[in-house]
């Protein structure tokens, strides 16, 4: 099944699930998924292989995602998480206008057609992961 046919509601909790499913199965270790911070976002920790710490912040809707929530998300992961890379996730289409923001502030977004690419790449026979094979 791919995400884009999920079917999953904007609150669900299963974007960050599949997020930190991902990051185990490419090799990110002490994958954690952090507190829900509200009704819009979730956010997912782990150190890659060079021990930098990823914070992944699952935004559960796109629509509602502004450049003011990428530039406080960077400076939040930056300042307070210590965080060397800040990564925002979606399922919907990112406006050129945050893309252009993210990149200003160093944080990476992954919108649905990347995080179906990623799943497609990354998943594995067995690991549980319901993405894009």
């Known amino acids: 099944m791919?995400?884009?046919?999920?079917?999953?509601s904007a609150d669900d909790?299963?974007?960050?699930?599949h997020v930190a499913g991902l990051m185990r199965s490419g090799g990110w270790?002490?994958?954690t998924i952090a507190a829900r911070m509200n009704r819009a976002s979730t956010d997912g920790l782990g150190v890659d292989a060079a021990r930098r710490r990823w914070v992944v912040r699952c935004h559960h809707d796109?629509?509602?995602l502004s450049p003011l929530d990428v530039r406080r998300f960077a400076e939040t992961v930056r300042h307070f998480r210590r965080g060397d890379?800040?990564?925002l996730?979606?399922?919907?289409l990112v406006a050129p206008q945050l893309w252009r923001v993210a990149r200003s502030h160093d944080t990476r977004l992954v919108d649905?057609?990347?995080?179906?690419?990623?799943?497609?790449?990354?998943?594995g026979p067995g690991d549980g992961i319901r993405g894009a094979r």
């Open 13 to 17: 909790p299963w974007l960050v699930h």
């Open 89 to 92: 996730v979606t399922m919907g």
């Open 29 to 31: 270790q002490r994958v």
């Open 2 to 8: 791919s995400i884009r046919e999920t079917g999953r």
């Open 112 to 123: 649905r057609d990347a995080l179906a690419w990623w799943a497609s790449v990354q998943a």
């Open 85 to 87: 890379v800040a990564v």
């Open 62 to 64: 796109a629509v509602s």
